[in-house]
């Protein structure tokens, strides 16, 4: 197989991303690939219409979700992969991620009204339209009024750590979200590894503590990965015995750069997360 047909992370209007579950779905079929997983942030929303759009456009579904976590103060995000979105343990960790994004946006709002900009949560909600709020939508509203020129320049100047519009919290920890998606009986992938500001050693203790905790895989291929993650990641990888995943973090096609069906094939030496032992069973829900 020369090109990529699996994706394993991507976003819809669940979350953070543009297109709707069946809009993404169709594309992702268009675009050549033939297994795709959403993975909204924090939220199931979108799997059931995502699932039947699947069905319709003759393309393999694999139920997931991206969860924010607060792992030694840095914010990771894991993704959880074949889950089974009625699972309550899981329900109970979104529900409690999604009041402390409530309040995130209600604090991140006063903030940035501190800077003079006005009507900030009440822009970001027009955004969500009803989805989970996001720093996302926080962004598309900034960039709206002329406060940046694109959503990188907004997030550098507003959003981000030591920042305006950026407010410190916890998410949950590593080994609760693992325990959610185990019970929902998905597989836990660590994802976009190379993106975390830490250190190779703070990387390599994240990725045991990971894998103690009973973590399956790494995203080795990843739309926000260089070519050189991919080998360091491919490396670590198997020097941790994770399965590798390949997801492009597609949030939409206002990203020209990175359309679906355009990642790589994971490096010769990789395990892949759809060869493991436990996959068909965490996904053929019916
Ligand atoms: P949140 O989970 O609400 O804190 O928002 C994080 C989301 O913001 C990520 O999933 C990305 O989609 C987006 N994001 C973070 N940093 C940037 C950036 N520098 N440029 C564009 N989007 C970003
Ligand atoms: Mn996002
Ligand atoms: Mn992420
Ligand atoms: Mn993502």
Not at 25 to 51: F, K, P, Y
Not at 113 to 138: C, D, M, N, Q, V
Request: charged share 20%; glycine share 10%; aromatic share 6%.
């Amino acid at each position: 197989m020369s090109e990529q047909r699996f994706d394993l992370h991507t976003h819809s209007t669940a979350s953070d991303g543009s297109l709707t579950p069946t809009e993404l779905v169709q594309r992702a079929a268009a675009c050549g690939i033939e297994v795709l997983a959403l993975t909204d942030h924090d939220q199931t929303a979108g799997l059931a219409e995502a699932s039947g759009a699947a069905r319709q456009a003759g393309i393999e579904f694999v139920p997931g979700i991206e969860l924010s976590v607060s792992w030694s103060h840095q914010t990771v995000h894991i993704v959880g992969l074949g889950i089974d979105p009625s699972c309550a343990a899981l329900q109970a960790g979104i529900k409690r991620i999604t009041a402390f994004r409530h309040w995130r946006a209600e604090e991140i709002d006063r903030r940035l009204a501190k800077k003079g900009i006005h009507g900030a949560l009440e822009g970001a909600r027009a955004y969500a339209k009803g989805a989970i709020l996001s720093r996302t939508h926080f962004a598309h509203y900034l960039v709206a009024q002329g406060h940046a020129k694109d959503l990188r320049q907004v997030f550098k100047r507003f959003l981000v750590r030591n920042k305006p519009g950026y407010v410190p919290g916890e998410w949950a920890s590593l080994e609760e979200t693992l325990g959610w998606i185990q019970e929902a009986g998905g597989l836990a992938v660590i994802a976009h590894p190379a993106r975390y500001q830490i250190s190779a050693t703070r990387l390599r203790q994240l990725l045991g503590e990971f894998k103690e905790l009973g973590g399956v895989g790494l995203e080795v291929v990843s739309g926000s990965h260089s070519r050189d993650d991919m080998m360091n990641m491919a490396n670590l990888s198997r020097r941790f015995e994770l399965a590798a995943s390949a997801g492009s973090d597609y949030h939409g096609p206002e990203n020209p750069y990175l359309d679906l069906g355009r990642l790589p094939t994971l490096p010769g030496e990789c395990r892949p997360v759809w060869e493991h032992p436990a996959w068909s069973a965490s996904h053929n829900l019916g």
